[in-house]
């Protein structure tokens, strides 16, 4: 299995798509991309995790110039936590992620930085279900919370209701149709199958992470010269001048990206499109965005190394 996996990935590792791929998606599934198609095979929980994903993860540290021992460690301690349900009792993590806004199964923030300026109530997306929506919205609590917990403590079998209420409430609002689903929102098999451009890569991932480090960095050098301490704000510059040379690109994306989720839920909501049409700009969009994501992050990288 180790030989295999690690085959399978130096094989990989050079296609774009799963350049792309989020860091839990290569811990937890082996990828395979045959005639055009993004095939996936779960892996076998712990046998899986231990010779399949430790010898892909320290082939990684050898032979991509990119992988460094911090991300290493970041990844070994998930599998611990994750796979073998190391730390707190699985019960108490939905409310512990909940918390800390995280999903530590995606390393996903539950509400993004964009929704989380928002009232609780309206704070989804297009791909949020309308019954969360509509009871997030009646309670003032965030549908993306109440996602969260139903998924964390229901699955797969409490995502399927959902599905199925929203159907109903979809008809009785009249809301607009939705767009025509990918092979892979399907249940079941978009658990073996990816189709069209992802929604969430790890480029953006990591994007998301810069932004909220330079804008953290940033508003703590401010606070602290408003408040007087112009000393620990010196040292913060001087500790961080590459984070802090990125500010003004960092809201220049910002804008950027909040214009391409405004875009989507336009075409999501738009009453004169069809379910087909809309999954066809949507797809267009997203491939956009994930160009710009792209460039956007080797561009920062660059950056902070120079």
Known sequence: MALASVALFLANRREPEYEELEEFDRDNYYHFFVGGGHYRLLKPFEVGALFGTVPERLTQLFVDDEA??????????????QTFNVGFPQCAGPWVEEYANRSFFTDRPIVSRRLERLEPGEQRDPWTGATVSAIGRAADVSPKRLEHLVNAFFGTLGMYVLAAT?????????????????????????SFYRDGPPRN?????????????VETTYNTVMELRRTGDRDRAQEIIEEK??????????????????????ANRRITDDPSLDAGEKRQRLDALTERRNAFVNRV??????????
């Open 241 to 262: 001048r590459g984070v802090l040379g990125l500010h003004g690109v960092a809201a220049r994306v910002e804008r950027r990206l909040a214009a391409f989720a405004k």
């Open 166 to 190: 929203d159907l109903a409430v979809r008809a009785a609002t009249d809301a607009p149709e939705q767009p025509a689903p990918r092979l892979s929102d399907w249940p079941v098999l978009r």
């Open 68 to 81: 460094t021992g911090e991300l290493f460690a970041q990844r070994m301690g998930y599998m611990l936590t």
């Open 201 to 213: 890569t790890r480029q953006g991932a990591e994007l998301y992470d810069r932004l909220r480090d």
């Open 297 to 306: 992050h080797d561009r920062m990288r660059e950056r902070l190394r120079e």
